[in-house]
């Protein structure tokens, strides 16, 4: 079993940047493709970023990308999701994801089902 526990979430104006966290246990971290997924009110939950084992292959919805910074550091077991130049549109419940397989192509973890494992959420706030 694989825990993830997300951290870092909160309120934050137009503009503003955040850094959430997500600490993993329960595995060799250095063994989990990790993602970040996010879930506004009323809608599906869809794809943000992802980072691959070594962290050399990451990946961006349209949405974020040239915003948002996907990285991981494999000694404190964490991945972080850097979020400049929020907009409200970035109002949601973050999630993060680990999968353990290893024969994934980067595009199928765009995919909810390509995790194995979810953390609990947290939830991120951006007024205009």
């Known amino acids: 079993q694989v825990q993830l526990v997300e951290s870092g979430g909160g309120l934050v104006q137009a503009g503003g940047s955040l850094r959430l966290s997500c600490a993993a246990s329960g595995r060799t971290f250095s063994t989990l493709y990790m993602g970040w997924f996010r879930q506004a009110p009323g809608k599906e939950r869809e794809f943000v970023s992802s980072?691959?084992?070594?962290?050399?292959?990451?990946d961006y919805s349209d949405s974020v990308k040239g915003r948002f910074t996907i990285s991981r550091d494999n000694t404190k077991h964490t991945v972080y999701l850097q979020m400049n130049s929020l907009k409200p549109e970035d109002t949601a419940v973050y999630y993060c994801a680990a999968d353990i397989a290893g024969w994934r192509s980067l595009g199928q973890y765009r995919a909810l089902d390509a995790y194995a494992y979810w953390g609990q959420g947290t939830q991120i706030t951006v007024s205009s």
């Open positions: 980072i691959s084992r070594g962290g050399i292959n990451t």
